[in-house]
């Protein structure tokens, strides 16, 4: 189902026309009210006037995280306190939160978006939903409980973590839907298997997974695994936590950006100019009807491509591709960018590998050494177990280094860089406990 099909499915020209009246109001207001706008704009001889339509959207200042940083906590805030009926706050790795604040109306929005995310995925109402995203000052369980609510789903706020109730209330109260991160969704796999739990005797049909960066090899893992549609949905507490944008699980193929409330834009990260459509950069957002915290073009830090071909779903709401990376997370080892998503596709091509992988940057003699961690699977040393009685331990003792090269030669042909490897026996690579997973541990700074 289409849950607000007027909106999402309005003609791109009018779309636009709703955008255009919708930025000239935004900019007028943050003018207005924030005094960080009207300085910047200020010193750029931008009068709010200027801007007749979305294509004078150029013309306008970037905002950036530090900005939000040099405000701390609620500079930046449009309106009276009083008015702010909810804060949320984004812990960063280093320093400070990144608070956010919400009026009513905001909160109004903010449902209206989750409910489409929900619909999106597709969930209906009177669907069971187990909201497995993190209560408390993280987005995604809040963000997701008055959606689910507004749209009629019976929801269980379970919250993130605890794996044994989490299946528990799987197997017991049967819900359709169940919402995660997705390396939470791999940790409840694999959990339900050994248990011997067999996903197909639960009623879940969909995953929304989302609030942290994921490939298709691991979407297909886990429908394989999990027996069920693994949907992707995308947001940021900045511009407003979850509901930014989802696919439609008819096409799978790009997350549906609810352009009435957020406009987007791809640039190039290094001169902010912006790009064309397909063309992958750094994705900006301008809200067009926050009122606690309006943005102007928000630099995300995320890298994606944007389209604006029709989808198969009949929604007319361009469609971003998944999030391959962030300008900061692009790590650079001995000259070549190197994302981690790129190391978690390669890894799922090869056979007897699991998703379980970390990633560790390290110095040595003034060279940067780069290796992966990663689990074997199961399968794979119980037939070596198996195999021992009638084989030499020689032998699979080579089995396991040969899997070793073939993971550094697909690694090597994937980045483009010599990687070192490490096999991890079953359980040994770090887990989600409910959150979101730190994927990559750089030691190359302490030296
Ligand atoms: O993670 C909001 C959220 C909650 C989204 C639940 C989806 C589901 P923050 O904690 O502020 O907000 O983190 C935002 O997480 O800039 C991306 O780098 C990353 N991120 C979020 N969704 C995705 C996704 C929430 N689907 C930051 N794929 C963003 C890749 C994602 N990265």
Not at 15 to 38: D, N
Not at 221 to 236: F, M, S
Not at 268 to 289: A, C, Q, S, W, Y
Request: aromatic share 6%; proline share 6%.
């Amino acid at each position: 189902m289409i849950w607000n099909e007027p909106i999402e499915t309005m003609p791109r020209d009018e779309l636009q026309a709703l955008q255009s009246e919708r930025l000239r109001k935004i900019v007028a207001y943050v003018y207005e009210r924030v005094p960080f706008y009207r300085q910047t704009f200020d010193a750029m001889g931008i009068s709010p006037t200027d801007i007749k339509d979305i294509r004078d959207l150029p013309r306008l200042p970037f905002t950036k995280k530090s900005d939000l940083r040099d405000h701390y906590p609620f500079g930046l805030f449009a309106v009276p306190m009083k008015e702010v009926i909810r804060i949320h706050a984004s812990s960063g790795t280093t320093g400070k939160p990144t608070v956010v604040g919400y009026t009513r109306d905001d909160l109004e929005v903010w449902a209206e978006v989750c409910a489409r995310s929900l619909a999106l995925s597709g969930a209906k109402p009177g669907d069971m939903f187990q909201n497995a995203y993190g209560y408390g000052l993280f987005t995604g369980g809040l963000g997701m409980h008055y959606g689910a609510e507004k749209m009629g789903l019976t929801v269980i706020p379970v919250s993130g973590g605890n794996t044994a109730r989490q299946i528990m209330i799987l197997r017991d109260f049967k819900p359709d839907v169940m919402a995660c991160t997705p390396s939470y969704a791999l940790t409840l796999a694999d959990r339900l298997l050994d248990e011997g739990i067999d996903p197909a005797e639960l009623n879940v049909r969909v995953f929304i997974l989302g609030a942290e960066p994921w490939t298709d090899e691991m979407r297909r893992e886990l429908e394989r695994k999990l027996h069920v549609d693994a949907v992707n949905i995308y947001g940021l507490s900045e511009i407003i936590g979850p509901g930014v944008s989802n696919e439609c699980v008819e096409a799978k193929n790009g997350m549906h950006i609810m352009e009435d409330h957020f406009l987007p834009e791809v640039i190039d990260p290094e001169t902010g100019t912006p790009l064309p459509e397909g063309e992958v950069g750094e994705l900006v957002f301008t809200t067009l009807t926050k009122q606690a915290l309006p943005l102007i073009r928000y630099r995300t830090g995320d890298l994606c491509s944007i389209t604006y071909e029709p989808c198969v779903c009949g929604r007319t709401h361009a469609r971003m591709s998944r999030v391959v990376g962030r300008v900061d997370d692009m790590l650079i080892v001995r000259g070549v960018n190197v994302f981690p998503s790129q190391v978690e596709a390669a890894l799922l091509t090869v056979e007897h590998l699991t998703p379980h992988y970390v990633i560790v940057l390290d110095r040595k003699q003034h060279l940067d050494e780069m290796e992966v961690h990663v689990e074997v699977s199961e399968a794979f040393f119980s037939r070596v177990g198996q195999e021992l009685f009638q084989r030499h331990p020689v032998e699979v003792v080579d089995d396991l280094r040969m899997l070793e090269e073939r993971v550094k030669t697909t690694l090597r042909e994937a980045l483009g860089l010599n990687v070192g490897v490490r096999l991890l026996p079953p359980g040994k690579a770090p887990r989600s406990e409910g959150g979101k997973l730190r994927r990559v541990i750089d030691n190359r700074v302490l030296k």
